[in-house]
């Protein structure tokens, strides 16, 4: 028996700029933090010659190339399994869809226990890279790659995407008592919607491929805006990190009509009169959390409960995708 888990992520800053139809020409930059909420694969070799997938559906199939789930497939094909008797199951803390990136943790996670079966160490930029390999260039999903990037290091960590396809990272340079500050003072609530990111990307990045001027513009400030969230935090300033979220959710509202709704932004106007200094929607848009930083979380919390939206308390995770169990 075989179990690894791979954690779910926020974003920080510079989120959008690393889809490849805008780091290809430009670099990408952004902030991520892993959290401790996870997606589990367990796997385990079986006596009947079959190959059993549990995730949302079940399959039971003869051969690997009749596997329905897309990344269940790929993986297996690039892990270069061809042992049919194996049983996986897929778990998860938060459902998909949430923006938490889970699709990501998904991939990871996967990998590492199809690593494990076969007694092979895989370095976190090497496993981000195959996650990124099945869904970007295999699947033409069009996302970005801080999700697998983010799961499979861990931490608060920032990234360059350079036109070359390279991933640069590195761990941000945090004072402990910012980091406790940052991780109590954050504040997620669920908005109750959930939605595909694949859906809610695919008009930046047509407009991003086709060179808009808007667009491009947009995702300039973004990464800027990116490198001065870099800049609060490694100084301490909590306060400008807030100012910066909003700064960032205006920016992102701009580059499609689906990345907020009426819902979202009265309970974001909500939370700014009840105690936060700053917030977003994290993910690709659409629905998922509401993220924002505050002194006052007693206050901020009483409102969000009574707006009907349930507060998902977190930490941060330092360990990334890693092996929970072989046996």
């Excluded at 993986?75 to 049919?84: E, F, Q, Y």
């Excluded at 699947?139 to 995407?161: H, M, N, S, V």
């Excluded at 390279?166 to 940052?182: C, R």
Aim: with cysteine; hydrophobic share 35%.
């Amino acid at each position: 028996m075989i179990i690894t888990s791979s954690p779910l992520r926020i974003s920080l800053g510079g989120g959008g700029t690393d889809l490849q139809s805008y780091y290809k020409n430009h670099s990408g930059f952004l902030i991520a933090a892993a959290i401790d909420k996870y997606v589990y694969i367990t796997l385990h070799r079986t006596f009947d010659q079959i190959v059993i997938l549990k995730y949302s559906k079940m399959e039971r199939i003869k051969t690997i190339k009749d596997i329905q789930h897309p990344i269940m497939r790929e993986a297996l094909r690039l892990s270069g399994i061809k042992d049919p008797h194996l049983e996986i199951t897929s778990m998860a803390d938060i459902p998909a869809g949430t923006g938490l990136g889970s699709s990501g943790s998904f991939t990871t996670a996967l990998l590492k226990a199809l690593h494990t079966f076969q007694n092979n160490l895989i370095h976190p930029k090497e496993l981000a890279e195959q996650a990124c390999h099945i869904e970007i260039d295999i699947l033409k999903e069009p996302i970005g790659k801080q999700d697998q990037y983010i799961a499979a290091y861990g931490g608060i960590t920032y990234f360059r995407f350079l036109p070359n396809h390279e991933v640069e990272a590195w761990p941000l340079n945090i004072e402990s008592e910012t980091l406790y500050n940052l991780e109590d003072n954050l504040l997620l609530f669920f908005t109750g919607y959930s939605r595909s990111a694949s859906e809610v990307l695919k008009e930046q990045t047509i407009k991003s491929q086709e060179n808009d001027r808007e667009m491009i513009s947009n995702l300039h400030f973004i990464k800027d805006l990116g490198l001065e969230n870099k800049e609060a935090l490694e100084s301490g300033d909590l306060r400008k990190f807030a100012e910066l979220m909003n700064v960032h959710w205006d920016y992102k509202k701009k580059r499609s009509k689906q990345m907020s709704n009426e819902k979202i932004d009265s309970w974001y106007k909500l939370a700014r009169e009840n105690g936060a200094l700053g917030g977003k929607l994290v993910g690709a848009g659409a629905g998922g959390f509401l993220m924002f930083y505050t002194e006052d979380r007693v206050c901020l919390r009483r409102a969000m409960h009574k707006a009907g939206l349930e507060e998902m308390r977190f930490r941060f995770d330092f360990e990334g995708t890693k092996l929970l169990t072989k046996s």
